[in-house]
């Protein structure tokens, strides 16, 4: 007899058609009948809330008499949650976000009785390769999911490989309905009385449909008040529907358990599923029985058939990122929200960066001298965060409102994150030796690097200090000049270091003291000078600036010419590289370390675009506006010996909209005034680049193009989650798929187009979507704008003034772009472009004071990774789950196993290797404070640092 595990739930989608305060109102509907019928139906199983342990946390936020109840029917094995705080597009956001969401669900799941076992990331837009790691080091032994996955490639049940080694059994659930085949197949027929996968609706007056029809509220769906709720008891319609189940279901079984699925948008649990299932299990007494289940017991079912031989799996290594074949599938890859509403994405981006990067490892080593870390506040800050990364929201798919909405939770995180790194860096400075090797009338500057690698770079420093003397002088003609005052900046040994005074303003600048009022100011001079400098690993260096009397040239020198880095004449140029700047503002770059020359880069095109948050699609009358003939504005605004740079403003005419049938792009044109920053650094290899334009048109999408002259070139690698990925950036030839190919494709912080001996390496901040046209110049596409046609609204057929009123999705107003372009010889790995990527994203932070005897040394690295021929990644730095130690992670970044040390030059008692959940592995041998470990390939590395 051939089993038919039926397994019921709802896809709860926190913020898609309704904000996340309008889904609580419903949602508080939905849980109470959901604890209603499990307590009561006793034929009624189980039920799965697939959406995350913030689905239960909202309802608890309206509902908190209701905790008992929930607690005591998750720990019955009646409601099952699953691993994660809010279910994420694994591709958008942050590795370590990845790692956060996870722990903050098993966090919150804990004392309600715990998750599910299995894992659970069915909404996700592709897979990355790194999730059996993920998985595995959460004790999560197998995946359940759909998208990603293509049946005539992977068998039903798989083993899918991590690059470590990590494997994990993943069921792929269906093509035709992901997670829906028995809501579509048989409730459809037996209850509704619809033909398959129907999402019509037939206006039956003995519902009682109601509408709000006021000119605020017309727009939103019909509600029906009345509902019959009994099923079509005809023996001829269940047995119609159990075999359109059958029919599509058998061909995934697995030995004999057949799969169905119950588990629809934000539906609610039907309450004569027990007598429909009496009722349908008397068709086929003795070939067919349908059993109510779960996830837990149907993966323990059918990875036991494998385990002993009886049913072969697939075997899978990599990204799992393939399209849908037939046509009317609801299994897409649906691989365009990556760049769909790109502002939420450039929000993210600062959030992640600035508590991954900067507020936790600042805060960790704070900490570590007596500093309090602030838990609490990286909780909140993380939640709101995690909140933003539920796939309809970072995906841009929800309504207007729903994104609008977001804005709080990034400000939330950011400003909390913000606030932490700059008192972590004045706790730090009290604890400083800033007057030992300095003068008394100094002013130290103190700079962290938070990266576990040294940086070189050429820094911008405003450092202000109290109004010194100003100094007359009758030049003859009447008046006197302020010379202002004279200095250097030295370092601990007391060298002149290279430095520019870029300006000099006189400021009032508050004072904040325990004893006074917050209101206090004094006058100050402050000095904006770049200064080159190197900054240890995971530390930082004290520099100073030294008062001085001024220096008379009495026989002026004549000196070698300045190596100034802008030129009038449109040329940036430093050790590395070359840029001229063309008369339409595209320009040349030349690689001083090969020769290599890319022409007429960095130009814009712009295409009709009417597709959704989901799918890129374009006017069906379509054409590409170019930069090309455009003249440009181009002005020098800084040269000297350390920093040039050059602004660029152009202007291009696009069409105002798309017709409203999407058909053609509107003959109204409407100016794209885009003005492009580049910078150019001594001792960078990479060009800085920032632009920002002002969008007053609809239905578009913007490129910033670069040719790379890369004919060989037929790969590009991408950093993706724990992982740089290979891709072929060959054009396919998908013949008449449902899905057809998709040039555009995800990135975490860069790209490079590489051909084994140069490359061209895009590192973003922020920007997730890239395409590499197969042309002989292998140009590569940077989308800056997509904007998106369909709405979550209840009427998908809008006037044109009703469309006028959503203007979110396509990017109405200012957007600013920062990111670098890296041309450079030999592999990825050699040139070290995601060191590159990650020195050009993260910003280096800075304290001034005056001298200070504090118990740390003026220099010093906390944390120094060492390696002979490997590249080890952060991770993270924080406290650790059980609020006393500490976690440090990093990432081997090679695929091939290496060896690691650490030296920590921190108070620490001992050191262990620990799984991402944060239980042990091994104790490491800790000698003169370095740990030495051998990583496997791509493998995410935790260490428990206990304190003294």
């Known amino acids: 007899m051939k089993t038919i595990h039926l397994i019921s739930g709802t896809h709860w989608d926190r913020e898609w058609r309704h904000t996340a305060e309008q889904s609580k109102l419903r949602l508080m509907d939905l849980m109470d009948y959901i604890i209603k019928v499990l307590e009561e139906d006793k034929s009624y199983q189980s039920f799965i809330i697939d959406g995350g342990l913030v689905v239960i946390e909202d309802y608890l936020a309206v509902r908190p008499e209701n905790r008992e109840r929930i607690e005591k029917l998750i720990k019955a094995k009646k409601l099952f949650v699953v691993n994660w705080y809010t279910l994420p597009e694994l591709n958008t956001v942050a590795p370590e976000s990845l790692i956060r969401n996870i722990q903050m669900g098993h966090k919150m799941a804990a004392p309600l009785g715990g998750a599910m076992r299995s894992g659970y990331t069915a909404t996700s837009y592709g897979q990355p390769s790194q999730l059996p790691q993920l ?137 004569k599923l027990g007598e429909l299932i009496d009722d349908m299990n008397k068709i086929y007494p003795g070939k067919y029985v349908i059993k109510q289940t779960t996830f837990d017991d149907y993966m323990a079912a059918i990875t036991q058939l494998a385990d002993h031989g009886e049913y072969q799996c697939a075997d899978y290594s990599g990204e799992l990122r393939f399209t849908t074949m037939e046509y009317n599938n609801f299994n897409g890859l649906l691989g365009a929200t990556h760049s769909s509403r790109i502002n939420i994405k450039l929000a993210n981006e600062v959030c992640e960066t600035d508590l991954i990067d900067l507020a936790e490892p600042l805060a960790s080593i704070a900490s570590f001298y007596g500093k309090e870390y602030p838990a609490s506040n990286f909780e909140r800050a993380w939640k709101a965060l995690l909140k933003n990364h539920a796939h309809d929201s970072i995906c841009g798919a929800a309504v207007d409102q729903a994104h609008k909405d977001m804005m709080y939770n990034f400000s939330l995180a950011r400003t909390v994150a913000e606030e932490v790194t700059n008192r972590s860096c004045v706790a730090l400075y009290g604890d400083i030796d800033t007057q030992t090797k300095f003068l008394k009338d100094d002013y130290p500057v103190v700079i962290f690097n938070t990266l576990p690698f040294k940086r070189h770079e050429v820094i911008e420093l ?67 000078v770049l200064v080159e400098a190197d900054i240890p690993a995971c530390g930082y260096r004290t520099l100073a600036l030294r008062p001085r009397e001024p220096v008379l040239a009495f026989e002026p020198q004549t000196m070698d010419n300045r190596k100034l880095i802008a030129r009038g004449d449109g040329v940036l140029e430093n050790e590395f590289l070359r840029i001229r700047i063309k008369e339409n503002g595209s320009f040349d770059i030349l690689n001083k370390q090969n020769g290599r020359l890319m022409k007429h880069v960095g130009y814009y095109t712009d295409q009709g675009e009417v597709g959704s948050a989901h799918v890129s699609v374009g006017t069906a009358s379509n054409y590409t506006i170019t930069s090309i003939g455009a003249h440009a504005q181009i002005d020098m605004m800084e040269s000297n010996l350390l920093r040039g740079s050059f602004r660029i403003r152009i202007t291009m005419q696009i069409p105002a909209e798309a017709t409203l049938d999407g058909h053609d792009r509107s003959k109204e044109m409407k100016p794209l005034p885009i003005e492009t920053t580049l910078t150019l650094e001594k001792g960078c290899p990479y060009l800085k680049v920032h632009t920002k334009l002002v969008n007053s048109s609809r239905d578009h999408k913007l490129w910033v193009n670069y040719p790379t002259e890369l004919e060989n070139a037929n790969d590009v690698y991408v950093e993706s989650s724990w992982d740089v990925v290979r891709r072929d950036i060959r054009w396919k030839d998908h013949k008449d798929n449902f899905e057809q190919y998709f040039p555009f494709q995800p990135m975490q912080n860069f790209v490079d187009v590489n051909d084994g001996t140069n490359g061209f390496a895009f590192l973003s901040r922020g920007l997730r979507e890239y395409e590499v046209e197969d042309d002989a110049r292998r140009t590569l596409k940077i989308t800056l704008i997509r904007t998106q046609r369909a709405y979550m609204t209840a009427n998908s057929k809008m006037r044109e003034e009703e469309t006028l009123k959503y203007t979110g999705q396509h990017c109405i107003g200012g957007m600013e772009y920062d990111f670098a372009l890296y041309p450079h010889r030999g592999t990825t790995r050699a040139s070290d472009v995601i060191v590159k990527a990650y020195e050009n994203k993260v910003p280096l932070k800075a304290i001034s004071g005056v001298p200070y005897k504090g118990s740390l040394p003026c220099t010093k690295s906390f944390v120094e990774i060492t390696s002979e021929d490997g590249c080890f990644m952060p991770g993270a730095f924080k406290l650790a789950e059980n609020g006393k130690d500490y976690i440090y992670r990093v990432w081997n970044v090679d695929h091939k196993a290496k060896k690691i040390g650490i030296r920590f030059n921190l108070p620490l008692i001992s050191v262990s290797k620990v799984k991402l959940n944060e239980e042990p592995i091994k104790e490491m041998t800790l000698n003169d404070g370095v740990i030495a470990d051998s990583l496997r390939p791509a493998e995410i590395t935790s260490y428990l640092l206990r304190v003294k």
């Open 462 to 528: 405003v450092i202000d200090t109290p109004k010194g003397k100003v100094v007359a002088s009758d030049n003859g003609i009447g008046g006197a000049a302020d010379l202002g005052e004279f200095y250097d900046i030295v370092d601990e040994e007391g060298h002149v270091m290279p430095f520019v005074e870029l300006a000099r303003d006189n400021v009032s600048i508050g004072v904040e003291r325990q004893l006074d009022t917050k209101s206090i100011k004094f006058d100050a001079s402050r000095k904006r």
């Open 135 to 271: 998985y595995e080091g959460f004790d999560i032994p197998n995946a359940i999911f759909y998208r990603g996955t293509n049946k005539h490639i992977l068998t039903p049940l798989f083993n899918w490989k991590a690059p470590d080694g990590s494997q994990i059994k993943v069921l792929r659930t269906f093509d035709e309905v992901t997670r829906t085949n028995w809501y579509f197949y048989v409730h459809g027929r037996a209850v509704l009385g619809k033909g398959d996968k129907d999402l019509s609706y037939t206006f039956d007056k003995r519902q009682v449909p109601v509408h709000m029809a006021d000119t605020q509220s017309y727009e939103k769906a019909f509600t029906v008040l009345r509902e019959d709720g009994d099923y079509i008891h005809s023996q001829a319609n269940m047995k119609g529907a159990l075999d359109a189940l059958i029919n599509q279901a058998e061909p995934y079984a697995i030995g004999n358990n057949i799969l169905a699925l119950n588990i629809e948008d934000n539906d609610e649990p039907y309450w």
